[in-house]
């Protein structure tokens, strides 16, 4: 999940810019990052960088916090601590505290470093083992890895629980604390144990700097136009613009558009390819704060694609912009959805950007599909459910593509 300090509705300040595959969310964002890349959390599939919406649910706190009771604790602290300390890491400390206890996985407070690095995943460059992280029931969850990433590679898989990083249990730890342990230099090791079903599995991987892919096309038997999208990022609507464009020209019967272990991604390039199938006017997704909508995103112009039989493959790792565009289509009877249930990132954040390079990442709103059904924490199920097990993915087999082809086909 977006899961931004200009409005990513604009380009998320010049600074959120996957299992081998099937597809390769979730939706949260991919280097070990976070979002929701976020999304799972851009929420990650949607983010918005720029001011604070007014809350009205916080009306009844002060102004400003009485700071006496900490500065009673700092003072025992400095005197009592048998070890060195250090005043630049007690304040980021503090304010990382006083953000934590919000209680929201995506509501988080980055120091100098953590904000460079968040920023590069935006980007689409990050330094790590590429995997996007979420949070289920108070658990650190794989949302996707990336395609051919040393995570990929390794063996990780959406929906793998990591219960230890480095052998330190990550009980209670937030998904960027676990970020900031799991990140680390190019070529070092880091250790993951992993929970999957009933075992316990352990996995020593190499961190790498890598560079999110963002579109991969191609034209499939039967002329269907096929779109993979791996994240929403800075280059998204320009490539799918070109592959609509490509398409259309080539007089392709239908399309897929593959969302499958995407994590999500800027908010305005899950608009712009949702409108490619959309009419001009046509809601593509509505954002609602305290319950009451605040924005409705809709269609500017009539897309290259309307009309044109499309299936959008979604999964457990699809997180975010994934969900919003899959919701966008599906309202809109502009597609239909085929594989399993996505990942449940509807929430949105905004950024601020602070003069001494740290930034704060707080949900303001949550999304809603054009029908106004919620994403957030219920995901969204396909309208053709069709499941693919490990031992079919291990064998090249894959058997949600090859429905949607054979569903396309059939038209």
Known sequence: MYYMGKKIHKKLSQSYKKHS??????????????????????????????????????????????????????????????GKLDVNKLMVGLKQGLVSAAGDPYTTYFDATQAKDFNNQLSGTITGIGAQLGDQQGSIIVIAPIAGSPADKAGIKAQDIIIKINDVSTSGMTIDQAISLIRGNPDTTVKLTILRGSQNLDFSIVRKSITIPS?????????????????????????????????????????????????????????????????????????KTNNIVTQTYSAPQNGQLVGIPTVVLINGGSASASEITAGALVDNNAAITLGTKSFGKGSVQEFSNFANGEMLKVTVAHWFTPLGKTINKTGLNPVKIVPITDAQISAGQDVQLQAAEDYLNSK
């Open 21 to 82: 595959r099937v597809l390769k969310s979730i939706s949260s964002v991919i280097a070990v990052s976070f979002v929701f890349f976020a999304g799972l959390q851009v929420g990650n599939g949607s983010w918005q960088i720029n001011y604070f919406s007014k809350n009205k649910q916080n009306n009844n706190l002060p102004d400003k916090l009485d700071y006496s009771s900490v500065n009673a604790v700092y003072q025992q602290l400095k005197q009592k601590y048998d």
């Open 215 to 287: 579109v991969t096309t191609k034209t499939l038997a039967g002329n269907i136009g096929y779109i993979q999208i791996s994240q929403f990022g800075e280059d998204t609507t320009q490539l799918v613009d070109t592959a609509a464009a490509g398409f259309k020209a080539q007089h392709c019967n239908s399309i897929i558009l593959d969302l499958r272990d995407n994590p999500g991604g800027y908010l305005e390039a899950a608009e712009n390819v949702s409108s490619e199938w959309l009419k001009q006017g046509q809601v593509v997704v509505i954002k």
